[in-house]
């Protein structure tokens, strides 16, 4: 099992930035894949970015691409997300996962850490 803990969320104006972080102990070997996912207020939780630990491969979903970047640290075991040009709609709860090698989904998770984007 892989441990995951966020931080850098916190409260900025539309059009501001903030990077988060996502450190990962434990079997991190293991892992194949991290990612940032996000839930807001009433909404069902959604991706936002993947990136793979080896090759470096990341994926973005459409309503971030351009504004957010995802990046890796493998000597620090760690992932960041870099958010620029944040908008109202970006807030929510925003949690990192991992996936094994092997295994089809995410299965470690964090507890998330609130971003808001004020008007």
């Known amino acids: 099992q892989v441990q995951l803990a966020e931080s850098g969320g916190g409260l900025v104006q539309a059009g501001g930035s903030l990077r988060l972080s996502c450190a990962a102990s434990?079997?991190?070997?293991?892992?194949?894949?991290m990612a940032w996912f996000r839930q807001a207020p009433g909404k069902e939780r959604e991706f936002v970015a993947s990136?793979?630990?080896?090759?470096?491969?990341?994926y973005y979903a459409d309503p971030v691409k351009g504004r957010f970047t995802i990046s890796r640290d493998n000597a620090k075991n760690t992932i960041y997300l870099q958010m620029t040009s944040l908008k109202p709609e970006d807030t929510a709860v925003y949690s990192c996962?991992?996936?094994?090698?092997?295994?089809?989904?995410?299965?470690?998770w964090g507890q998330g850490t609130q971003v808001t984007v004020s008007s």
């Open positions: 996962a991992a996936q094994t090698t092997g295994v089809l989904h995410y299965d470690s």
């Open positions: 434990g079997r991190t070997f293991t892992s194949e894949r």
């Open positions: 990136i793979d630990w080896s090759g470096g491969r990341s």
